[in-house]
């Protein structure tokens, strides 16, 4: 899987819209069928989409991302050749709001098994400060549908829910890093390559209970490990970990807000200075995908350590693992330490 994601995506793109037999060498799933042609063709738009539909998928799908490893998710500008591959998909999986130019290209390209994983489980709205004491849902009309599954259950929270995500006070997009949700989606993603291929609806369903299984395993791990603490409080540069916070009792300081390349304002960083005396915060996190100069200048004035948080929005080299399971592992790692796990 990860010599697949050092290919570019536009050579992959080019490849699945031709038909090449040469990507069956890129993976054992497609070296199994020898080619892609009796594959379903699935385009995810960047990673925590492409990690559901490998998995879920498994022999059955070939599976192209349109984001490189390595490229910030957000920032991301589509080829011709990539807006072609989408119309030649047989489904396609997107994250409303994290990518305009995906989202575009997705409307335009008129193929009709799309999802869009925000309809798939509830989105909430995050500022810079997420707090997961004080979670009583204000006004949270989703919290008693949690236990819903499939897209009819979420399709009223699509056009609410599905836009603004990248600005400040709009439904926070980063439903992935929260194993709970990530499940919902998983679930509803299953029911969904059931529909499109039921020829083979009896292996995703199969899968897709595998991998819920083991997001299960991963929340039971964070329970577990970020139950006693010595602080609860921990700062990030991009405020991607609303919904992680809000699940295990945290309390996520962001120095900027949801889009990880704005630049904070000298009164947020005061702010966070006091903050990190009166909660007695250790680490200051900086991701794998944008700069750390920020982190370190914080931690600096402050006497902080830095430290890694990966919001997964891409899987490189640098990365700490080389899939979902194994980055959450390693961020659950970094948690334990900063905030002094007992």
């Known amino acids: 899987m990860n010599v697949r994601r050092l290919i570019p995506t536009t050579a992959v793109a080019g490849a699945v819209v031709l038909g090449l037999t040469a990507l069956s060498a890129c993976s054992t799933s497609d070296a199994a069928d020898g080619g892609n042609g009796d594959k379903l063709k699935v385009t995810a738009s960047f990673y925590p989409m492409q990690f559901l539909t490998e998995r879920i998928g498994g022999e059955h799908v070939a599976v192209t991302s349109l984001t490189k490893p390595g490229v910030e998710p957000h920032d991301l500008e589509l080829t011709p ?12 999986l997107y994250l409303k709001g994290i990518q305009p130019a995906v989202d575009d290209a997705i409307l335009q ?94 292996d995703y369903k199969k899968n897709t209970d595998a991998l819920v299984a083991e997001l299960g395993e991963l929340n039971t791990a964070y329970e577990t490990g970020l139950k006693n603490t010595s602080t609860k409080t921990f700062i990030t540069t991009h405020s991607a970990f609303g919904y992680l916070a809000e699940r ?39 991701e794998t995908l944008a700069s750390d100069r920020t982190a370190k200048t914080l931690a600096k004035d402050t006497g902080l350590k830095t430290g890694v948080l990966d919001p997964l929005e891409g899987i490189t080299d640098k990365s700490q693992g080389a899939d979902y399971i194994e980055v959450m592992e390693s961020n659950l790692a970094a948690l334990q330490k900063a905030l002094g796990a007992k």
């Open 248 to 286: 295990y009792g945290l309390t996520q300081q962001g120095i900027a807000g949801i889009d990880p390349e704005a630049e904070p304002s000298p009164a947020r960083i005061q702010e966070i200075h006091t903050i990190a005396e009166k909660e007695k915060v250790t680490t200051v996190f900086f």
């Open 109 to 202: 390209s008129g193929v009709k098994n799309t999802v869009d994983a925000a309809t798939l489980t509830t989105l909430e709205n995050h500022g810079s400060e997420v707090s997961g004491h004080d979670h009583g849902h204000e006004g949270d009309e989703h919290t008693d549908e949690h236990g819903h599954e499939g897209e009819e259950a979420h399709e009223e929270h699509s056009e609410g829910d599905g836009h603004n995500h990248g600005e400040e006070g709009g439904a926070d997009p980063h439903i992935w890093l929260d194993p709970v949700k990530y499940a919902e989606v998983a679930k509803g993603v299953g029911k969904s390559l059931e529909k499109a291929d039921p020829d083979h609806a009896a």
């Open 81 to 92: 050749r990539q807006i072609g591959s989408i119309s030649e998909s047989d489904y396609v």
